[in-house]
């Protein structure tokens, strides 16, 4: 027997193998039952599945491709989408795909979105499309979110699971000046909203503006810290308040003498490990409708005693 006798060009095992690691490895559900019949003819019930993946400066395409063709424009659409990352092939041709124009647009927006990530995925099962990951440090995160519904694909059922990438060190900012407090810097995304609603209660008169970072790695206790920061920029006639990691620096003026001793008080609210600096001047004497501000003095003294 000839070598190429011995080899056959489709052996039992490499077709068994594709079906595993379509059952196993990418979940494409079920595994196609055998009819009773001999003589019936197979039924493909699998759903047809592809998916990209980006992970340490590589993308891999995975799953099925109706050709030769498409893989090709693929591979180009990651090349182009990101420059400098290798891009490994672990597909298999399926010409049966539901609707081949309908499919590269769907893997080509697939493609340009998990590019944009740090790390991430997409998979594609007929029409829906399944995109998780984890956006770029320097990326606004809810731009991107925005901007991957956008882009998708008419007809397309899309779910988007994406996070936030670390911020290391995690800033924050508020900044009083000019009738308004100036928000900045990040924040955890489920926390932007109660930071600044805590800031409009606390600056009635002001205009609140908010240009905060929606991110993740903040430290422990982070919230409490950021809502008594905010309560000890209220004591300023203007100023900052500014968090890196663990570390409260406040800047400024105060708003009337009787505020120098409240915020001794307020700084014992602040959570275990966090620390403060201050760099506060005391106020010059101004006009006496400057006194209008002293009267704040009762309730600042009430909420600073206030520890729920």
């Known amino acids: 027997m000839s070598p190429a006798q011995a080899v ?7 077709a068994a193998f594709d079906h595993v690691m379509r059952v ?10 055998v009819p009773n019949d001999p003589a019936a003819k197979p039924q493909n019930v699998d759903p047809y599945f592809s998916r990209v993946i980006k992970e340490a400066g590589t993308i891999t395409l995975r799953g099925s491709v109706p050709s030769d063709g498409d893989l090709k424009v693929l591979q180009g659409v990651a090349a182009a989408t990101a420059p400098g990352a290798s891009v490994v092939d672990k597909t298999r041709i399926n010409p049966d795909v539901p609707n081949r ?3 590269l647009a769907a893997m080509t927006f697939a493609l340009r979105q998990v590019g944009k990530l740090n790390t991430g995925s997409a998979s594609l099962r007929n029409a829906a499309i399944v995109i998780e990951g984890v956006t770029k440090a320097d990326d606004d995160f809810t731009i991107i979110q925005k901007k991957v519904r ?16 670390d911020a290391r060190p995690f800033v924050w900012l508020a900044q009083l000046q000019h ?10 995304s489920d926390h932007d909203k109660v930071i600044s609603g ?3 209660v606390l600056f009635q008169n002001l205009t609140i503006n908010s240009s905060m970072e929606k991110t993740k790695g903040e430290p422990k206790g982070w919230i409490e810290a950021t809502k008594v920061s905010l309560e000890m920029l209220s004591l300023l006639y203007a100023g900052s308040v500014a968090i890196t990691d663990m570390v409260v ?12 001793d409240l915020l001794k008080v307020y700084s014992k609210r602040l959570p275990d490990g966090f620390t403060l600096e201050t760099n506060i001047l005391e106020p010059v ?4 409708a400057a006194r209008a501000e002293d009267m704040s003095f009762a309730a600042h003294r009430a909420r600073a005693s206030y520890n729920p």
């Not at 196993?24 to 039952?33: M, P």
Request: glycine residues 8%; hydrophobic residues 40%; charged residues 15%.
């Open 179 to 188: 009738g308004a407090v100036h928000l900045s810097g990040h924040v955890p």
């Open 285 to 288: 004497a101004r006009a006496p």
């Open 249 to 260: 620096k406040i800047d400024g003026i105060y708003s009337s003498p009787a505020m120098v």
């Open 198 to 200: 805590h800031a409009q």
């Open 24 to 33: 196993l490895v990418n979940s494409e559900g079920s595994a196609v039952q």
């Open 101 to 103: 124009d309908a499919w």
């Open 8 to 14: 056959p060009s489709q052996p039992w095992y490499m």
């Open 150 to 165: 956008e882009e998708a694909p008419k007809g397309v059922n899309l779910q988007v699971a994406l996070k936030p990438h």
